[in-house]
């Protein structure tokens, strides 16, 4: 049998094993295979677009599987001779809870641009722009209307594989 830890650690004290344990994640086999048809599935859309969800209970893999999925497309974005710099392989971003009970679009157009760090977001509004340090800012003023606007001309200029968007808290 292999052991995937030192044998020593079976002596050890219950502080020290779970010290040792402690940033351990354990490759689970259908975690791999679930990364890999999300991928495939964004790399290989059925439609021209497609919208995957991923749900299951805590500690499924949810969180684990983000990262992998754009470690994955930036990997793709790199070895492809043909993707072009200006390109964004993907966009990541968490849609926060509502407070009130109703989403806030204009919070989550705001947080998509943020995350862009879109280059010409000077040039589409003069709402959304660049602070001395070069961070873009948008001014609380902005209507939901521009942000959306802002957002989707980002998309189209950017082209990610995919979009991803991460919800947490309660539903």
Do not use: C
Not at 7 to 35: C, M, P, T
């Amino acid at each position: 049998m292999t052991r995937l830890f030192p044998a020593d650690l079976l002596k050890a004290d219950k502080v020290e094993r779970s010290q040792y344990f402690q940033g351990v994640i354990v490759n689970h086999v259908k975690l791999s295979e679930v990364i890999q048809k999300v991928y495939k599935l964004i790399i290989n859309p059925s439609s021209q677009s497609s919208i995957i969800t991923v749900i299951g209970p805590t500690g499924v893999g949810k969180s684990t599987l983000i990262p992998r999925v754009e470690k994955l497309l930036i990997e793709r974005s790199l070895e492809d001779k043909n993707f072009h710099p200006g390109r964004i392989p993907v966009v990541s971003l968490e849609a926060a809870s509502p407070s009130s009970g109703n989403f806030d679009w204009k919070d989550y157009h705001n947080r998509a641009l943020l995350k862009m760090e879109e280059p010409l977001i000077d040039y589409s509004t003069q709402e959304i722009h660049r602070d001395a340090n070069g961070k873009t800012k948008v001014r609380s003023s902005t209507s939901t209307n521009k942000l959306r606007h802002a957002q989707e001309n980002a998309l189209r200029y950017r082209q990610p594989y995919a979009i991803i968007i991460q919800h947490s808290g309660q539903i």
